[in-house]
């Protein structure tokens, strides 16, 4: 079957834009996770979508966003770019929230921010 | 938040067994322990998980001590393959919240 999708993989903005990021989970997934991974920080947690509702939320200004529509497919938003919200975003399925087994990651969405 | 201390590098030579230590002091007893690994330009990669007991799969063994402060990832063997960042990450129980460090970059040699 086929795996998590992202779109876009690659995007460039500027300073003061905003942008839209798409992740679709495998089928029959309903919890879909973003992460957010830079060289100096690594990979970290911006939050988790389950039925529609989020679960959790990591330690991110309220600039970054995201939404899960009825099909389980969730895109992330982040207003106000900044130079340092230029990183590889990915998104993570998964069947079940407060599942304890694997998480399905997808290729990422690299953005740039100029 | 849960924490996990790993090597930053590794080196093995192909074919040989490769043993990825990581330490996790204050894992809490509803922590799972679980390894991914990430391949340049790709998304992390499931490798194995587990909570007390050591576990098996295709790819790889998880040995957990005794007291759960520590696991090892065991590669049996090495394969070119196998070059990747391994992150050791504890999963809290009904959480679907990773916390990964800063991994392990294991470099394999032909």
């Known amino acids: 079957k086929a795996g998590v999708t992202q779109t876009p993989r690659y995007l460039i903005k500027t300073r003061g834009q905003q942008v839209t990021l798409s992740c679709s989970p495998i089928s029959g997934h309903r919890s879909v996770s973003w992460y957010q991974q830079t060289p100096g920080q690594g990979l970290q947690f911006l939050f988790e979508?389950?039925?529609?509702?989020?679960?959790n939320k990591g330690n991110f200004p309220g600039r970054f966003s995201g939404r899960q529509f009825s099909n389980s497919r969730s895109e992330m938003n982040v207003s106000t770019l900044e130079l340092g919200d230029s990183a590889l975003y990915l998104c993570a399925s998964s069947p079940r929230t407060g599942d304890t087994g694997e998480l399905f990651f997808g290729e990422g969405s690299r953005l740039t921010v100029l | 938040d849960a924490k996990t201390t790993q090597p930053n590098s590794m080196e093995s030579n192909e074919e040989e067994p490769v043993h990825l230590p990581c330490n996790h002091s204050?894992?809490?007893?509803?922590?799972?322990i679980h390894w991914y690994r990430q391949l340049p330009s790709q998304g992390p990669e499931y490798v194995i998980h587990g909570l007390t007991s050591n576990v098996n799969n295709r790819m790889a063994s998880l040995a957990i001590a005794e007291d759960r402060k520590s696991s090892t990832l065991i590669l049996h063997r090495a394969t070119l393959r196998d070059a990747a960042v391994y992150y050791c990450i504890l999963r809290p129980y009904n959480f679907n919240k990773f916390y990964f460090g800063s991994g392990t970059k294991l470099n394999v040699k032909p």
């Open positions: 204050t894992i809490s007893g509803t922590d799972y």
């Open positions: 979508y389950f039925s529609e509702t989020q679960r």
